[in-house]
């Protein structure tokens, strides 16, 4: 819920390391990962905005790489489960097994936790996988807890969902029906690095040199960052503005332009003005400003707005997506 309650001492101060403590671990990272600075920083965003990516990319461009790479910085648990056809729920959540004291011959149930109870959780190639095993992470996303033969297991903060997607090979796949996309906050597309990026990887990868990462933060340090953020002051205009665009992508919107109703099945609902608002909060923070702007939503309405808008065949057949309906609302709320 956006506040207009002023920050108290301790929360300023807060801030402030954020800042601070971004720079470095932007810094960090860079030792490993050439480029991708808007990827990067929208992960951030979406960490300290307690929310979860997609990651949709071509094999080969790092994304591992960089995960395991953020995990390190921040000193959290990093997990990789490779999502496969035969893939069941219980690999991910974990599986009870039987257990037998030597002492006295009884036999008894322990439950061993998958691969789930980690900070930093990569879902990789989550649309391979059947529906029954996507739902097992979609629930302990939603829920933060899992449960098991009747127990309840919480989760350890921070919980961060990573899911990826390969564009090209589609045959095979499940994919996540929309009401499962939504509880993604962003939805982010590594493309390829330029020329220059390229030459610099090679040279960096083929080479026997390997960064040493310093520890920037701690579990303990995000969670005090995740909940003074949730305190910034949000103007209420800018709240209107967030709402008013996810608005404009509904075709039965009074205020909905022409080609929305043309091209659109399905807009977004209210999590994404929620997910816009964090999103703006969280990256002016990380910038060092204490209260978000209307530009802070433009910068996360391509990646929360992607995966909430439902094309039709009209837009299909006349080659437009969503990323172009995304920057035409844009350009109109600029505008007007």
Known sequence: MASNQPL??????????????????LQEIHKVIIGQDEIIE?????????GHCLIIGVPGLAKTLLIN???????????????TPDLMPSDITGTEIIEEDIGSGKKSFRFIKGPIFANIVLADEINRTPPKTQAALLEA??????????ETFVLDEPFFVLATQNPIEQEGTYPLPEAQLDRFMF??????????????????????YLPELKKIMNAEEIIAYQDVLRRVPVADHVVQYAVRLANMT????????DY????????AGPRASQYLILGAKTRAALQGRFTPQ????????????????????????????TLDIIDRLLAELAGG
């Open 8 to 25: 108290v001492d301790n929360d300023v101060a807060l801030l402030e390391q954020l800042g601070e403590k971004h720079r470095q671990i």
């Open 42 to 50: 929208q992960l951030l965003v979406s960490l300290f905005a307690r």
């Open 69 to 83: 790479t953020l995990a390190r910085v921040l000193d959290l648990k990093f997990s990789r489960i490779q999502f």
């Open 141 to 150: 996303m939603q829920e933060h807890k899992v449960t098991a033969a009747g």
């Open 187 to 208: 939805n982010l597309w590594i493309d390829y690095p330029d020329f220059e990026e390229e030459v610099a990887i090679v040279k960096a990868t083929t080479s026997d």
């Open 250 to 257: 509904r075709p039965s919107f009074p205020g909905a332009p």
């Open 260 to 267: 929305i109703r043309e091209w659109i099945n399905w807009g």
């Open 294 to 321: 209307e530009e802070d939503v433009r910068a996360c309405a391509v990646p929360v707005l992607r995966h909430r808008i439902v094309t039709n065949f009209n837009a299909e057949a006349e080659g437009v997506n």
